[in-house]
């Protein structure tokens, strides 16, 4: 409840802050470190802007090189979950897939959006390592990686979420002994959207040969990862590559990931704008 009434907070005043500005264009980003570098390099492909040589996935508004097609942008560096809240107070939002989802915000009204082919911010799937070579971990993998899997998620959430599985299995690893496997229990840490709907695909896969998969729905981008840290769960699915990096480089933990499932590409929506004119670019 706490952190729902920061974040709330923290929206009110990006509003308050956006009234002062109302004669220029206005964008909201998320404030977290890969995120705020993925929105700016989304508007840096679509030649709205330049940034500072060498900054990329790190950069934030202060690595603005140039604008190119307009004069000038005041973005509005906000909580990734709450830019939704924001997003008919500014003229675009730039939102993440899953969070796009959780507002009901059609995924084919973006008006930029990331590649979804190569994408480097593929969903993983992780484990303490040590553990990624166990039957455990194999058969999680296998499952995750499945056609079934594949197929919903391309099916289900038009384009805010994609398959980034190149060579689905049948659900089944050939080189596990799923016998003795048998009654035994996964944990795993997961985000609501789209993780838990995707792992509920696994879980009747993994069903299938007596293994019970145990999905923790946790809101937040730190409890999942301490939760396979300290051992009260086996794997995690929430985040991509590079946030997984930065988060063993900065405490000290080495988690590794064991599959790549799913890209979720980050959108840039229209809020008092209905499209890419007053960004003087043209659109996708």
Sequence with gaps: MKKFVALLLAALLVLSAVSAFADKITIAVPNDATNEGRALMLLQDAG??????????????????????????????????????????????????????????????????????????????CVNAGNENTDLAKALAAAVLSQQVADYINENYAGAVVSAVAEPTDGYDATVDYDALNGQTIVIACSPTPHAQILAIAKDILAAKGITLQIVELPDYVTPNTAVNDGEAFANYFAHIPYQEDFNAENGTNLVSIAGVHAEPLGLYGGKQADLTALGVAAE
Excluded: C, H, W
């Design 48 to 125: 709205v802007l330049k940034l500072k040589e060498g900054t990329g996935l790190k950069a934030t508004k202060d690595d603005i090189e140039a604008f190119l097609s307009v004069d000038e942008i005041e973005f509005y560096e906000v909580e990734a979950a709450m830019v939704p809240s924001v997003k008919d107070d500014v003229d675009y939002a730039i939102i993440n897939g899953n969070y796009a989802l959780d507002a009901q915000i059609d995924p084919a009204t973006t008006l930029l959006r990331e590649k979804a082919v190569d994408n480097p911010y593929v969903n993983v799937v």
